[in-house]
């Protein structure tokens, strides 16, 4: 990465797997109830189905959002385009369907939605993971310059150290964040190992004297999973650069569209 670092032009709330808690994380229609409440960005999480299609789904393992027995990595896309995504939320959202990566980029860019992608690689597939979907994030935004001002094309965060720089050598100029627990002491190390933009990171064990540091540095800084709005204010107030989150009711009356700034 060159002197130069990007830091923060993306919004500063996103809705957490789409919908939060309002509706059924990681579906198109979390994603709508995210639109109606007035948000501009969302994130959510992309695994690879047993023939390689990245989904959107949280778990590897069944039984959570997606019933029975069995996992992600060892379905194919057709049997898991066959279950149900939404009844456990609701009955409201019975039938609703396990959403492939393709048909999500495609609604982002017809509703002009900005998007964290969380590369969430099952385990043993975590270089694959990230190969296909930044391939993919790439096909859809090709014409993205690296840089400051690349708003528009989403961007690629993991744990998986391993992900991102498979996402890297397939799509460099899509901007990539690490995501951690705690922020480490050779956080910057490893940013520029990775060339990313951002770091993102649990709120509950940032400090600010850390976000001093990472922002002087130029670099972006979200939070997660924030669910306070006086939390969010503190963060902001520090210097944080935008908050994910499962309430998007608590949000809806602070600016979804402003973005921080340079």
């Not at 498979?166 to 799509?171: D, G, I």
Request: glycine share 8%.
């Amino acid at each position: 990465m060159g002197a130069v670092r990007p830091g923060w032009h993306y919004p500063r709330l996103v809705a957490h797997r789409g919908g939060g808690v309002l509706a059924p994380e990681n579906t198109l229609a979390g994603m709508r109830v995210a639109r109606q409440y007035g948000y501009r960005a969302v994130e959510f999480d992309v695994m690879l189905s047993s023939d390689h299609v990245p989904v959107l789904v949280h778990d590897e393992v069944f039984g959570r959002t997606l019933g029975g027995s069995g996992s992600v990595p060892l379905t194919s896309f057709q049997n898991l385009r066959r279950m149900d995504a939404g009844s456990w939320f609701s009955a409201r959202y019975a039938g609703e369907t396990v959403p492939a990566l393709a048909d999500v980029l495609s609604w982002l860019q017809q509703n002009d939605i900005w998007a964290n992608v969380e590369i969430k690689p099952a385990r043993g597939f975590e270089a694959v993971t990230g190969s296909i979907v930044g391939g993919m994030v790439q096909q859809y935004y090709p014409s993205w310059p690296s840089g400051a001002r690349a708003t528009r094309a989403p961007l690629l965060s993991s744990f998986s150290v391993e992900a991102l720089a498979a996402a890297r050598s397939v799509a460099p100029n899509i901007p990539r964040a690490l995501l951690v627990t705690r922020v480490p002491s050779n956080w910057q190390a490893w940013l520029e190992k990775l060339e990313c933009v951002a770091l993102h990171c649990d709120h509950r064990y940032l400090e600010a004297a850390m976000v001093q540091r990472i922002v002087e540095a130029g670099y972006g800084l979200m939070c997660y999973t924030v669910n306070r709005v006086r939390r969010a204010q503190q963060l902001f107030a520090q210097g944080v650069h935008a908050v994910c989150t499962d309430r998007l009711d608590l949000f809806s009356e602070m600016s979804c569209t402003k973005t921080s700034p340079d």
